[in-house]
């Protein structure tokens, strides 16, 4: 990992220190039989259990093509792992898109449910009663996860979450192909009232979200954090939902989170502190906003997401997509794609204490 001091100073963003923080690779690209890993998504189990799941891809690093959902497990907190699992896989070389994993855990039932997209155009889910180790077989959702007028549907990516009251909700988006104007993009949740048994999908969120994540705010509303796709370019999107994700109000600009149009990370680390991850892209140069994929930062929220007053550098240089995770002992994973030249050169490991993420260290 590289660290530019000149240019955190520029971005305001403080210097990360070595020994706060430990970054490893836990998928390199070329490794395992594929070309490219890619699209992290981290599940820390009630029991203690780190799940890790990407995307493998066989034949090039594009979304689309013969792609596996895989799986790594540790029990240690993430400082060793299983070897890779494939966790779902299809006609061998075809060239068929398995992907977007968006993990929860049912704390009620200690079953994992794992939604994923086939070739982005239908849902299907698997679940897990042994945190993990093994798997049911997958089932499509059908109409329950995908409208007719889409074309284009995500899970994720990154993970789910269980409300106070056990509605399982997984944050996802979809694209609606119209006839006479440009694609419509939106984000929107898929939720169970029945521990998993059934899923139905909520109303869009308005308008021109994408890839998201949510967390319930303290007072019981929910807060989406998204990708934008052609609306307040250079910023991510929220938007806030009181009943349970079922509806929401539209998307405004969060102006205090930059985004070069890529997924990032959003979990509640505890009562009073919110955690959000993503890459930190350059300044605009004459008012056009930068898409680089470069420098993932971490930043934090002690008011539910209205202000975001510190941020970390967490890798310097190419990456991307992100999942973070809070181990039982409060221990920070962040598992992310990076690389020096380019941010698909693996996903990686990152494990840090809140005193680091606070910049106390």
Known sequence: MKTIPWLLSLLGVAALSASAQEDTILWKAGSDGYHTFRIPALLVTAKGSVLALGEGRKTGAGDHGDVDLVLKRSTDGGRTWSATQIVHEEGGDAPITIGNP??????????????????????????????????????????????PDWDWVATGPGIGIQLKGGRLVIPCDH????????????????????????????????????EC????????SLLVNARMQGHFEGFRGIASSTDGGGTWTALGNATALPCPKCQGSLIRYDDATLLFSNP??????????????????VRLSHDDGATWPVSRLLHAG????????????????????????AYHEGIRLARFGMEWGRGKE
């Not at 849902?123 to 059908?142: C, H, K, Q, Y």
């Not at 993009?185 to 521990?195: C, K």
């Not at 994540?213 to 019981?220: A, F, L, P």
């Not at 930190?280 to 930062?297: E, Q």
């Open 102 to 147: 968006c993990p929860v855990e049912d704390a009620s039932t200690g079953t994992i449910w794992l939604p994923f997209c086939r070739d982005n155009k239908s849902v299907w889910i698997t679940s897990s009663t042994d945190g993990g180790v093994t798997w049911a077989r997958p089932r499509d959702l059908g109409t329950a996860a995908v409208r």
């Open 175 to 210: 694209k609606r192909a119209l006839a006479s104007e440009k694609p419509e993009w939106n984000s929107h949740m898929m939720f169970s009232d029945d521990h998993g048994a059934t899923w139905q999908i909520g109303a869009p969120i308005q308008a021109g979200g994408n």
């Open 213 to 220: 994540q949510v967390i319930e705010r303290k007072d019981g």
């Open 280 to 297: 930190h892209p350059p300044k605009p140069v004459a008012g056009k906003p930068s898409h680089a994929r470069i420098d993932l930062t």
């Open 318 to 341: 190419p990456s991307a997509y992100s999942s973070l995770g809070r181990l039982p002992d409060g221990t920070i994973l962040c598992l992310y794609e990076g690389g020096e030249k």
